[in-house]
């Protein structure tokens, strides 16, 4: 039984899983998408803390908590309204989960509908996040450094690679395949 699961993970996760068909898979918009799964579980598997944010997703995660509202919230990284003021209004492009992130519903609440090059360093200053502790978030995240600058395309297809990446770096760390 083992041997033919092994084999039939050898057969599927080829290189080109990793960089193309995974990434292909990443650009649904539904939060529940074996892709999205992944990448969630995987950032679980790492350790990864909810952006702007020192608590661990796993905690923020827990579906145990009995709070009245969720911990955390899936951000959409640029806003669908100020995407919609740049012109794209398309939801499939909107909502793809590369432009989403975890992040506390506190801070979620504050980011409104304003463009990540102009939230991302108000909320980093007034959360004191220090240059190392942002780029620490920034690659348990996925983001490529500067994302808030990105042209929304550019940032998108970057990401979807970013979070292959992260995906199969856990999958490393749970003994699927070898470094």
């Not at 939060?31 to 950032?43: D, E, I, K, S, Y």
């Not at 989403?100 to 304003?114: F, P, S, Y």
């Not at 808030?148 to 970057?158: A, K, M, S, V």
């Amino acid at each position: 039984f083992i041997r033919t699961l092994d084999e039939a993970v050898r057969e599927t996760l080829t290189g080109d899983y990793w960089t193309h068909t995974l990434v292909a898979a990443l650009e649904s918009q539904k939060g529940r998408a074996p892709a999205a799964l992944a990448f969630r579980a995987a950032q679980i598997i790492l350790g990864t803390r909810a952006l702007f944010s020192d608590q661990l997703l796993q905690n923020l995660l827990d579906p145990t908590s009995e709070a009245t509202r969720a911990a955390s919230e899936a951000h959409h990284l640029f806003p669908q309204a100020w995407l919609n003021t740049q012109g794209i209004r398309d939801r499939r492009l909107v909502n793809q989960v590369a432009n989403k992130a975890d992040v506390g519903w506190h801070e979620n609440a504050t980011i409104g509908a304003r463009s990540p090059a102009d939230y991302v360093p108000r909320l980093r200053q007034k959360l004191g996040i220090s240059d190392e502790q942002w780029a620490r978030s920034c690659a348990e995240h996925a983001l490529p450094l500067g994302w808030e600058r990105l042209e929304y395309h550019e940032f998108l297809t970057e990401r979807r690679q970013r979070m292959a990446d992260i995906i199969r770096i856990a999958f490393r760390q749970l003994g699927g395949e070898a470094d």
